[in-house]
């Protein structure tokens, strides 16, 4: 078996630290102009309905009421009309009002393209009789994922747990549908961006969303590669544009929509960086400061996260485990103090870290869990680790050779499965990258190996129990800031 790798990289990285200075603007980078949306908190006990007549009087231009979750008493408006917030707080009923901030959540992330491409339906054909207790012999390319090892995923199958009977909500840009390693594993798609459907057609080429539902759920069909629960169903919803924006109503809609239709496990491995201070929105209209807002540090961005927070507590209430990337700009959240990562830092997240090995394409004995250079970290915000990709600074471009395959060091470092596409040719392609974005669901899978093995007795805290139970204690003795509980052990935490 051999595979020919392209010299091309597509490769996406940000700056590892922000300039506190350039805060003012939008936040918001897509194309798209909307005018500027408002989530309405309501007190408890309040009844929306009586609210929304009060908005709606209130008279503010171009005023629409976008929805009303009784559930999380949260109500969603558009207007451009920067008085709306403080007319409307004097409603009865009325607990806060948060700007509905739409901005790029898209973590930076290296992304490797490889040259192995396969058609729709052409797994269904090549797939053969599959060994029960080795996946990792079944399916050809998984000798790329070191991944499976760090996480203890082959453990976990040999004692027959694979996530039958789980399911996961990956929440993400767009998706390939037709993907045929996800594709018999999707039982639900939905999109919250206006205008897109749930398919990636971004020009990059690389759809995030689905390199991490293959992570997750790639098939064991004796074909390419294979997640860490091969068997768990996958739920698809859209919360971000293909460019990787969208706004926080959209997030905290895509948590409620995969809890009412009977997620285990939510997957968000998208991240944005709240500053932690005042700046000012212009609506990404520059040019015309009638519809700018001054977004107050402790009033919009303390009522928008409570307006999360009562989306993730939901989940976990209603028994869905939450698990969300840390994030990668190398931020210390013990001591950074101008920013803080959402969702990861919201209540009853589950806020995954991660790390990887160094020169893993020299040396396949080498460590797997050396604290990846770009995780973001903190004894205080990272509850687990989980494998996401690592490298160096130089990268190592020495060519090396594994099992045939013939590529750059760095890139066996990162992460390997599914999630490039040719549109114009309807061709699919594996891809390596790294990113929390990678190490998260490597712990949603985890948890849905519990919920397939516990059923309807798993919940959030038995998930959290487990985990904490069977982690394996990198780093610093006790809880620290790279591996927080530890490192999951798939292969463990489904041995009680």
Known sequence: ?????????????????????????????SKKQQDRGFIVIAQEGAKLETISEGLT????????????????????????DPSFPEKARKIPGVQSVAVDIVMNWRLPTKVYRSSVSYKPGAHAAAAGPMAKSNALANN???????????????QAWQKGYKGRGA?????????????????????LTHSFIEGEEVQYHGAEGFSHGTHVAGTIAALDDAYGVVGVAPEAKLMLVKVLDD?????????????????????????????????????????????????????????????LVIAMNRATIYANLLGTTVVAAAGNDAYNYDVEK????????????????????????????????RPSIFTNSGKNFISYGAPGGNYSIPINTTIVNVGGVVN????????????????????????????????????????ALIYGKYGRLANPLLVDLL????????????????????????GKAVSY
């Open 1 to 29: 078996m051999r595979l020919v790798l392209p010299l091309m990289m597509l490769i996406v990285i940000a700056s590892c630290k922000k300039d506190l200075n350039i805060i003012n603007g939008s936040l918001n980078k």
């Open 57 to 80: 009087a209130l008279g503010v231009k171009k005023f629409k009421l976008k929805e009303a979750i009784k559930e999380l008493g949260l109500i969603h408006v558009q207007t451009p």
């Open 140 to 154: 050809p390319y998984s000798f790329l994922q070191w991944d499976l090892q760090s996480i203890k995923a082959p």
């Open 167 to 187: 399911k996961v909500a990956v929440l993400d840009g767009g998706f390939l549908l037709n993907d045929a390693e996800i594709k018999p594993n999707i039982i």
């Open 243 to 303: 460019n990787g924006s969208g706004p926080w109503s959209g997030i905290i809609d895509g948590i409620f929509y995969a809890v009412n239709h009977g997620a285990n496990v939510i997957n968000m491995s998208l991240g944005g960086e709240l500053p932690r201070r005042t700046f000012v929105d212009d609506n990404g209209t520059p040019d015309d400061p009638s519809d700018d807002y001054t977004v107050v540090y402790d009033r919009d961005v303390r009522d």
């Open 338 to 369: 101008n920013f803080i990562t959402y969702p990861a830092a919201c209540l009853g997240v589950l806020s995954i870290s991660s790390n990887g090995p160094l020169g893993w394409g020299i040396n396949q004995d080498t460590t797997l869990y």
């Open 408 to 447: 750059p060091e760095y890139v066996f470092d990162f992460v390997f499965n599914i999630g490039a596409w040719d549109e114009a040719t309807d061709t699919y392609y594996y891809t390596w990258s790294a990113g929390t974005s990678m190490a998260a669901p490597h712990v949603s899978a985890a948890a």
């Open 467 to 490: 985990f904490r139970k069977s982690a394996t204690d990198y780093g610093t003795p006790g809880k620290d800031r790279f591996f927080g509980n530890g490192q999951v052990n798939a």
